[in-house]
């Protein structure tokens, strides 16, 4: 008996779900499904819907995490070995198509490297150095995206029709990027440097979701990749500086200096490498980092939510908002954009079967904080343009924080309508991952469009 398209949405978002316990490989997510399938069928037969079907099958099957701790119990070395780095075993824990985990590590090595010599290439061709206002600024994220790209296409054996649709706009935007005559640190050329990693991210995001980008189970996959390939990221970072700075210490004690073969060598090839293999940990270990999710959204929460109220005070007290700082400006854009991050991981880290609880009372807090807070920076910016006219800049930031306020303020409506009981929660996810492509595109007017228009100043 076939399926209606919300009721494979539903089991789709459940064997993303079931595919994030640690305990339960692939194979027992399929086979937990076929059953899962067989028990709807069987109950739309004697006259269920849809969504009653679901309901009555999730509950024969069984609590899920319920299912995790007697798998663990039963499968203790299969949940053992994947904690360790390179997982052994057979075909299906390999990378495309079943390839040996030995064959991707190489895979991801080979990406990694060839990131970091696209960036000394580009380095070697650039005149000005490795400079937010130069040439290389402005097209750096062109060097290291197809790396990523080509690893997270491998790994699931991207079809053509999904190559092309991504490669297109790639070499569109880096033929423009290349071709614009750019004022060298001009606000246009420094914008477009900010906007095209947003763009080529989005690119990212369809080779991720293997060209099935209308999926909201899969763009919520893609969000949740995003999260945790920045906690990695930024765990490597924290380790690498370190080591870094030991071997730096040591060899200024014996009169070597580090420096040049640190800028030089070094942190070209480490910056873009580390993030391939920051995406390839994600792949391998996503288990593993959720436990690290609910842990890391649950504590800066109600930090953010605590700092934004302390900034609404702050910026009440001060009295008018044309008297705002530039610098104050691009810093609480910078905030909010942060806020709207952590959002979107809470929501990504979140079981989506669970029920309104405290936890998203409070999320609802932080989103009508910066909601509020958006509205204060908006006020401002349209009466600095009143009263000292518009500019790239300007412009960039005022379309920014307009999108971040119809994003937030439709998060704040659906949450509230599920911390009632009044809506769901799979409404709140349909939300943000429909609405993200709008970045995107709101990205790629400011790299194609504000160039001709503002005269490449």
């Known amino acids: 008996m076939s399926l209606g398209a919300e009721l494979e949405e539903q089991i789709e978002r459940w064997r993303g779900f079931a595919q994030r316990r640690q305990a339960i490989s692939v194979s027992d997510v399929e086979e937990l499904e076929d059953h899962l399938r067989s028990q709807i069928s069987d109950l739309q037969a004697t006259g269920l819907d849809e969504g009653e079907s679901f309901l009555v099958a999730m509950k024969r099957l069984g609590d899920l995490d319920a299912v995790s701790r007697e798998y663990a119990r039963e499968h203790s070395e299969r949940l053992w070995k994947q904690l360790v780095l390179v997982p052994q075993g057979s075909a299906g824990a390999g990378g495309a198509g079943g390839t040996s985990p030995w064959v991707e590590v190489a895979f991801v090595l080979a990406a990694a490297v060839g990131a970091g010599l696209a960036v000394k ?18 097209t750096l994220s062109l060097l290291v995206a197809p790396f990523l790209a080509a690893y997270l296409g491998w790994k699931r054996r991207l079809s053509l029709r999904a190559i092309v649709a991504v490669l297109v706009p790639f070499l569109v935007l880096a033929i423009l990027l290349n071709a614009y005559p750019f004022a060298p640190g001009g606000s246009t050329d420094i914008l477009a ?47 690498g500086a370190v080591l870094i700075g030991l071997t730096a210490g040591a060899l200024g004690l014996v009169g070597v200096d580090f420096e040049p073969v640190l800028e030089q060598w070094i942190l070209p090839f480490a910056v873009p490498g580390a993030l391939v293999v920051a995406a390839w940990l994600v792949e391998a270990k996503q288990s593993v980092v959720e436990n690290i999710a609910p842990v890391l959204t649950r504590v800066f929460t109600p930090l953010t939510t605590l700092m934004l109220l302390v900034l609404l005070g702050v910026l009440a007290a001060a009295g008018g908002v044309v008297d ?26 979140r079981d989506p079967l669970s029920g309104p609880g405290l936890f998203d009372g409070l999320q609802l807090v932080l989103v009508l904080a910066a909601l509020a807070v958006d509205m204060v920076m908006l006020a401002a910016m349209v009466t600095r343009i009143a009263e000292f006219g518009s500019s790239p800049n300007k412009v960039a930031a005022l379309g920014l924080n307009v999108l971040l306020l119809v994003h937030l303020a439709g998060t704040a409506w659906l949450t509230a309508g599920f911390v009632r009981g009044r809506g769901s929660f799979a409404a ?12 995107g595109g709101w990205a790629a007017v400011v790299v194609v469009v504000f160039g001709p228009v503002f005269g490449f100043v």
């Open 121 to 138: 290439a580009g380095m070697w061709w650039d005149r000005e150095g490795l400079q937010v206002a130069g040439s290389l600024g402005r």
């Open 324 to 349: 705002v700082d530039r610098e104050v400006l691009i810093l609480m854009d910078a905030i909010l954009v942060l806020v709207l991050c952590l959002v979107l991981y809470s929501i990504s880290a």
């Open 428 to 439: 709140v996810e349909r939300w943000q991952t429909r609405y993200l492509p709008v970045y």
């Open 193 to 239: 440097a900010l906007h095209a990693p947003v763009v080529l991210w989005v690119l990212i995001g369809v080779v991720y979701v293997g060209g099935r980008w209308r999926s909201d189970a899969r763009r919520m996959d893609f969000v949740r990749f995003t999260g945790e390939l920045a906690v990695y990221y930024a765990l490597l970072g924290m380790g």
